[in-house]
């Protein structure tokens, strides 16, 4: 087939856009052949694009015959269609096109890898591996829309109050928070790390821009072949200067139930493509605050499941903790001994402001108020076996009036993941990287 050039034409709109508005009016449509179907005598394409789909109408009569016999057209075929709106209440969107020419751009094989009508769903390895042609389903479409309207309601809620956003480098000269879930990559001479978190860099803008946030991708060695891990993952981090673990719940809770306001309101149609309208709600706030040991109690007496002060929480347990308390709530003041060097001991040192943002059985936040004083972050470093030395120019930072903080960093992958009633966190990620999956 010999293919058609684009020309002088250029979409005038998106799907979205045709609306009964435009009943009568000439349009130019470009995506993908989502469906077609061939009646004789009569020819439908329904066309997608990143917004939707609309349908496209060829009658024999009415459209000229070498537009009628050039509509021959395969599954994901790149087309344009120049056409009349017309109204019809059985098409999608009470909307077709009435074409009156037709670009082929570019064509596909007589068989796809993966199903893209909707009639079946292909195994997800096998959508991984076709990634750029699966992210075009309409399942995929809705995911992305609220993963897109997440990040816009994010900054708009940060800037609104007085956030600037960061940048920190993804190439690091040592762990930011210890232990052994590090990817070592050798930088000219020397070895480096690719970044665990923006932890110690948020750190030290805190006391330059006083609130600072970014949304970026970070680093894990992770082993767990499960369907809520990743080895790269996008989170986003927020510091704030002369504040306390008390300041950062309360500005998480409201991040939480505005960015969910904001998808409700303005991806409605998204979630209820993905039958999450009912479900992903907004909740009421303040969340409800547990403490770590009311927490480990409650698990005790309730599920039968003894976990000893100073221990995590297990998989079991919080699976049972998550049908019990089933929307987002806080686990706060965790033993000191289980967090990292840069947390704040509580008045009982026995204890951390520290914190985890909940949302049933899900880790979505951790958090808490930092050590400010160097003296006290050199001696929380050794108490957790770990070089100060290598730590020099973070040190070096709290030379300098740093004043005192608490931040937090929250799983972007997971909540979408949550939000979106997703199987598999690795379906909330255009790309995913796990420890089996380094392609496409």
């Not at 020397?190 to 330059?208: D, H, I, N, P, R």
Request: proline content about 4%.
């Amino acid at each position: 087939m010999e293919l058609d050039n684009l020309g002088d034409w250029r979409k005038t709109h998106f799907t979205k856009d045709v609306t009964i508005e435009l009943v009568s009016k000439e349009v130019i449509l470009g995506g993908w052949v989502r469906n077609y179907r061939n009646l004789g005598g009569l020819k439908f394409i329904s066309l997608q694009d990143k917004y939707g789909e609309r349908q496209i109408t060829l009658k024999k009569g009415v459209v000229s015959d070498e537009l009628f016999e050039k509509a021959k057209v395969g599954y994901q075929y790149c087309i344009m269609v120049k056409g009349i709106v017309k109204k019809f209440k059985e098409a999608p969107g009470g909307i077709e096109i009435i074409p009156s020419a037709l670009k082929i751009l570019n064509t596909t094989p007589d068989k796809l890898p993966i199903d893209m009508t909707g009639e079946t769903v292909s195994e997800l390895d096998l959508r991984l591996n076709n990634r750029a042609l699966d992210l075009r389903s309409l399942k995929n479409q809705a995911v992305f829309r609220i993963r897109g309207e997440m990040f816009k309601s994010i900054r708009k809620f940060l800037f609104e109050r007085n956030f600037t956003e960061m940048t920190t480098p993804k190439i690091i000269a040592s762990a930011t928070e210890g232990g052994t879930e590090l990817f070592p990559i050798i930088y000219f001479e020397k070895e480096a790390f690719l970044t665990q978190s923006a932890q110690l860099y948020k750190e030290q803008l805190s006391g330059v821009y006083e609130r600072v946030f970014e949304i970026s991708d970070c680093f894990r060695a992770e082993k767990h072949r499960t369907k809520r891990h990743l080895c790269e993952i996008l989170t986003l981090d927020v510091e704030i200067a002369f504040s306390t673990m008390e300041d950062v719940l309360k500005l998480l809770e409201e991040l939480v139930y505005n960015v969910l306001e904001d998808i409700r309101e303005n991806q409605m149609t998204a979630l209820d493509y993905l039958e999450m309208e009912n479900i992903s709600m907004t909740p009421e706030i303040p969340f409800p605050r547990y403490k770590y040991e009311e927490i480990i109690e409650l698990i005790s007496t309730k599920f039968g499941i003894n976990i000893e002060f100073g221990e995590d929480i297990s998989t079991e347990a919080y699976r049972k903790l998550g049908k019990e308390l089933t929307s987002y709530y806080y686990i706060t003041h965790w033993p000191m001994s289980i967090k990292p060097f840069y947390i704040m001991p509580s008045k009982d040192s026995k204890y951390s402001e520290s914190f985890d943002l909940q949302k049933g059985m899900l880790e979505l936040t951790s958090g808490g108020t930092r050590v400010h004083n160097k003296e006290q972050l050199i001696n929380a470093l050794e108490s957790k076996g770990l070089n100060s030395s290598s730590f020099r120019s973070h040190l070096n930072s709290f030379d300098y009036g740093m004043p005192p903080h608490a931040g937090f960093g929250l799983g972007i992958d997971r909540w979408l993941t949550m939000i979106c009633g997703l199987n598999d966190i690795r379906e909330a990620v255009m790309y995913p990287r796990t420890a089996d999956r380094l392609t496409p």
